[in-house]
């Protein structure tokens, strides 16, 4: 299979440079603690092939002639807190330039470094984190490691103080729903969603911009097999569009990410469903900045 340097570009041209474009693709293939199944470092790659072959108006925003330009891929073959730094370092570039950064992974951790980019760029209090995931990724620590893709919310709610909204958990250490009530962090179980569908999903309360940090364990194993630890009872597709669509008419998404994409060799509607899960997010950040 033919690999592709840029989101989409066998469908759109890509734009010419940084600043005529409205994303920035941001690509970490950084993979040091997955805990099951592995293959993260290939999740960038195979998200950008996969855009390759998508029929791109979804009833959003046609939102990306010459609207994307991919930037060089992040080197992660450094300390973890070097690569962190080279993450915010690109994100903050994007930022500066009035671009609306998407970052692929790699495992969970590549998200501190957006994390930390966006609060030193929006300040204090100014942005909240909308983190879908199985997993809540509070443990203090997991395998002897801090920085482990199971602890980076507590990593980056304990350093940037960031508010952080939980969506579609389902699997947690008692430590973690602890941590969660104690520090006041506001979640929609996938067993809620099952039962109810609110008209609304962020409090009102909430930061009016927004970072949407999305594992794609998210998903239920039915659509996304390709993941390091797949858990059942996950959201579906509609279900999943559904939630966007209505957290985009609450908020201001200023920057996302999709993580730990796992491809495996002949499933590869995996990675077209990641695929067009960024470029939903895209036309849905179009809608809300109009």
């Known amino acids: 299979m033919k690999t592709y ?3 989409l570009e066998k469908e759109v041209k890509p734009a010419k440079n940084a600043g005529s474009a409205r994303f920035h693709i941001i690509s970490a293939p950084y ?51 070097k ?21 692929l992974g790699g495992e969970h951790t590549v998200s501190y470094g957006m994390a930390k ?60 729903l602890i941590y969660r009530r104690e520090n006041n962090i506001r979640f929609i179980d996938a067993q809620d969603l099952a039962k109810k569908k609110p008209d609304k999903i962020l409090p ?21 097999p ?6 059942p009872g996950g959201l579906l597709w509609n279900e999943t569009v559904e939630i966007l669509r209505k957290i985009a008419q609450q908020k201001y998404i200023a920057a996302f990410d999709i993580v730990e994409l796992a491809p495996i060799k002949g499933q590869s509607h995996a990675d077209y469903t990641a695929a067009k899960l960024a470029c939903l997010m895209m036309g849905l950040a179009i809608k809300g900045r109009n």
Request: hydrophobic share 40%.
């Open 5 to 7: 340097k840029s989101f």
């Open 31 to 81: 993979e040091e603690t997955v805990s099951y199944g592995g293959g993260t470092s290939r999740g960038p790659e195979a998200i950008i092939n996969a855009s390759q072959y998508l029929e791109y108006f979804m009833g959003e925003n046609e939102p990306l002639v010459s609207d994307i330009y991919t930037v060089p891929q992040i080197k992660v073959s450094a300390p973890k807190k």
């Open 83 to 103: 690569v962190f730094a080279r993450i915010a370092g690109a994100v903050l570039a994007s930022l500066k330039i009035g671009a609306l950064p998407v970052l």
């Open 117 to 176: 980019a966006l609060r030193e760029y929006f300040g204090d209090g100014k942005i909240g984190i909308v983190h879908f995931d199985a997993h809540a990724d509070l443990r203090n620590s997991y395998g002897g490691k801090k920085f482990s893709h199971a602890c980076v919310m507590r990593r980056i709610h304990e350093d940037f103080r960031m508010e952080i909204f939980q969506i579609g958990t389902r699997g947690y250490a008692k430590e973690e």
């Open 204 to 224: 009102d309360d909430f930061p009016d911009k927004i970072y949407i940090s999305f594992d794609v364990d998210a998903l239920d194993p039915s659509i996304m």
């Open 226 to 231: 390709s993941t390091g630890t797949p858990e």
